[in-house]
Structures are given as C-alpha cells and as structure tokens.
C-alpha cells in the first residue's frame, strides 16, 4: 500500500515547483510546458538530489516512485489520446507537395544523421544486450519526434497559427510524430519479442490487424460522438466516460498486444473525428486535470530518472554536445533545406526549420519508453533529456529573431483559418 | 502543378529523401559488425566464497556468505554500483571486456549511518563470463592499498536484467 501521507506531499510538491517554474519561464517568454520540464529535472538527483540528498531521499523514497509511475503514466496515456485528437493528416494533403517534401525530409534528415550519431556512440553507452539495429532506430525515432502540442502552443501564442508558416509547421509536425510513433512501435516490438513466447510475425500481425479494425471499424463508431455534439453543443458526462473508457481500453489492447500503452491512446485520438469546434470542446474536457495535476507528475518522474551527474567529465560532455548539434542539424537543417528547395523564403524556411526542432514534452515521453525497455541507458537518457530541454527552449528566441513577430502580424492579415490546437496541453 | 514542377518534386524527393534512407540502409547494416561492452545492467546475487569477509570492513555488506543483492546501472563502460535496500555504499565501477572493476566508498548518507565505517576503498575486481545464461561473475573483494588485508573470493550471478528475472 503506498504511503498517502508521502504521495500527497509528493504531489503538493510537484505542483508547486512546477507551478512556479512554468509561471518564471512564461515571464521570460518561454512555453510554461519548457519550465514545467526545468521543474522535474530540478526536483531530481541532478539539482535536489545534489544539493540536499537526505531530503530529496525523504521526499522520493524509491519505494514510493512506483505510485508516482502510475499516477503519470495515466496522465500520459490521456495526453498522447489529446495529442492524437490534435493531428489532423489531412491538412499535410492541403498544403501540397511542399509540405509533403519538408514533412518527409524532416523525418530522414535527423534520422540519418542519428543513426550515424549512433554507429559512433553504440560502442560508448551502450551495452550488448541492445542490438545496433534497435539502438540506431530508436536514436533516429528519437531525434526526428516534434513536440506537436508544443509547436502548436507557440505558433498560437505568437498568432502564427494563421500564417502559411503555421500551417505548413503543423502539417508537418503531424506527419513527423505519426511516424515517428509507427517506427517507435516496430522498435519496441523488436525489443519485447526477445522475451515473449509469441512469434515476432503474429505480434505484428496483431498491430497490423488491431489498427486496420479502428482505422475502418471504430473510427464510424467514433463519429456518434461528433453528431451527439452536434445536436446538443456538449458531451453527456456518461459520453466523455465512454470515450476515456474507450481510450483506457486502447490503451489495453496494444500493450497486450506488444507495444506500448501510449500507442493505443494515441491511435484512439487520431481516429476521432477531427471537426474543429468538436476537437477543441473534447479538449478543453480533459485537458485540465491532465495538464495541471498529472502531466507535472511525469515532468518530475522524468526529472527523477535524470540524472546530469552521470554526463560528467570532457568526454560526457562533448557526446551531449553532439548529440545536440546532431538533432538540431537534422531537424532544423533538413527542414530549412526541403523548404527553401520548395520555394519558401529563407527567412521563412529557418522559421520552420526552427519549429520543427521542438521536441518537447513528447520527446520526453518517447525517451522515457527508451529507458524503460533499455535500448537506452541512464547516461545517454539524461543526454537526451538535456538534448530535449536544450531544442525546446531555443525555438521561441531563435524564431523572434528570425521571424519577428511584426512581420507574422502583417502576414496574417491577410489569411483567414481559424486558429485550433493543442493550446493548454502545452 | 505543371510537368516542369512535377519533375523538380521527384528529382528534390530523390535526393532529399530517398538517397538518404539508402544510406540509412547502409548505417544500418554496416553497424552490426559493431560491438558495445558486456551488458552487466540489472540485479546480481553476490556471494562471498569464505567467511573471511567478516574481516575485511562492509565487505559483509557486499557479498555475505549468504548472498547479497547488488544492484548494477550501466552506461556504456561505466557502471554504478548500490546495495539493494541500503543505499549508503555506491560504487562507481567500469567494465572493459570481461573484466569488471568497481571501488565501494559510503556516499555522505551511509557514512553517518553506522551500519559500516569505512576509511579506504573497498575494490571488486571480477571477471564476468559472458557466455553463461544467466551471467555470472567470479573475483575478489579487497582492501584498497591495504596489502596486509587479505582478499576474499566472491562469486556472482545475475537475477535481473532488463527488468526480466532469469
């Protein structure tokens, strides 16, 4: 039985620092998401577990973190369900080859360069119970994620939701996270099938199986919850039940399939219907108990497992520091390049290739799924999770300077999509 | 769009896109001549082969005649080392080849805890046999820079890894 005493403690805790610290980046013009991620990492072993171990060792006794796994592993699963009702494929379609060409170059691009990355770091800090395919894939998966919500906060925030900027960055951001998470899946699958008694074959068979019965089966389902709103201009309390019942059960079926949990929430939203005034009105539902109480918990979680202490030393560092210029060049480089090939302004096309390089919140939950199956270890972790922090924080300034947001005003004047997307999430 | 556009969609998707993934082909086949160090992450059983462990300071703690669960994270050749349960004695350790080598020392939380006192360094240096399902490990316990402190024998095997019990 947990401690009550100690997880409420844990969770005031968490709530208040990652409320102060979101509030302190916010002022400073940063995603209150980035600071929430600063807050978790702080009340870790890299800063409280630093500077006062006998308290932090009190405050998050390991026998406590499984209760607190949970509590943000829920938190999660509704998070990547708002994340998939987000993502709408069909407006890549709209935006043209341009948007087809940034969208896939922006996936390859890091991709590949994270796959070299990984031929130099696989012997360095990784282990041989990890196979070079699945350590090579996963760091590609990992560095090609953008952090939709995020994205969408900023482009929202500076009223570049409008722009052709906007839309072209969200089209993309979609297409780069659903593939980011099909690669992600056939990772995992790889990893488990070591220690399953199921047939590799039939483990993907049954994904293959499962997502083509909600693709063309439930998903018409799925639309009664749209002509319900619709007649009534809200959901009943036992609807928006059914639909989280339907996300938790999901969730079920592809963690008992192989995968993950987080994979079946996700397809559960990108299959809802995707009208807009329906999409923000299930939103607004769920978002604030997840992105007040339970999202703040993963932060700290991540936070926890993270620890900088294990990137010490020259050589450490000089790995982080690639690590980062690699996910930064494959991910702002690759887009600014497919884009500027396409046509955009080079102004513009940096503008987007410093979007698509905000990883964020879901880089984080994918390197938490890394560490959890092993393929990556507490080092190359903290790494990543400094690599995340680093992409994510740099994107508001570095866009201020390269698009200022005068010049956004006048651009959007004259365009007319209504602004909808992941707003509170992130 | 007009043919001429067409063309520069396939010719800019040829190399931006589908050149690369070839060379991802490449990266990918090429690294599996690679190799990374023996994975030794997860929980290990230690035993100490005599009772003379009672003799040399924590190295009860470490490896009991009756066995003790050692806990072991691994980053490429680094390793940390913890006692499961008494999170006092770390060890920073690595392993290169199949030789592993680790020197305990209480952290500032188990020095003022009195289960052990130690003023030097308590070394492990184990030979682990990679080839064994599960892993195991054979080795000593010493004294650091103590050669009046005899070794003590210990032997090891692996209980979990990649949070698989074996």
Redesign the interface.
Known sequence: MPNIFTLVLQIAVILGACRVVGTLFQKIRQPRVVGEMFAGIMLGPSLLGWMA??FE?YLFP?SSLGYLNALSQVGVIIFMFLVGLGINLKELKSQ??AAV?TS??SI??P??LA??L??FL????????????SF??FM?AAMSITAFPVLARILSERGMLSSRLGTVAIACAAVDDATGWCILAYIIVLIRAA?RQTPLWLTFAGVILFALMMIYGVRRLLQGFETAYKKRGVLSDNLVASMLLLVLASALCTEWLGIHLLFGSFLMGAIMPKEQKFVRYVLDRFETITVTLLLPLFFAFTGLRTNIG?VSGSQMWIYCGLIILVATGGKLG?SM??CW??GMRLREAAGLGTLMNTRGLMELVILNIGL???VI????FSMMVLMALTTTFMTTPVLELICPQEVIRREVENASTPEVGLNAVA | MDRHQSRNFAIAYTFLVALPVLGLVGVLRSGRVLSAPLSVEGIWKLQADSKRSLALPCARYIASPRGTAVAISQSGKDLTLSLVGEPGLMAAGVIEGTTLKAMFHPSREGAGQGQCQMHRGLLLNATVNGKANPRSLTGNLSVADCFSCPPVGIYGVRQISNGQPH
């Open positions: 171990p006998r060792t390991s043209g080859h060409l896939h170059v390859v691009g991709f590949v796959a070299a990984a031929r696989y012997p360095r800090l990784s282990d041989d119970s990890v196979t070079f395919t090579a894939l590609g220690h294990l690759g390049l497919a090939i396409t959890d199956i092993k270890s507490p080092a190359l």
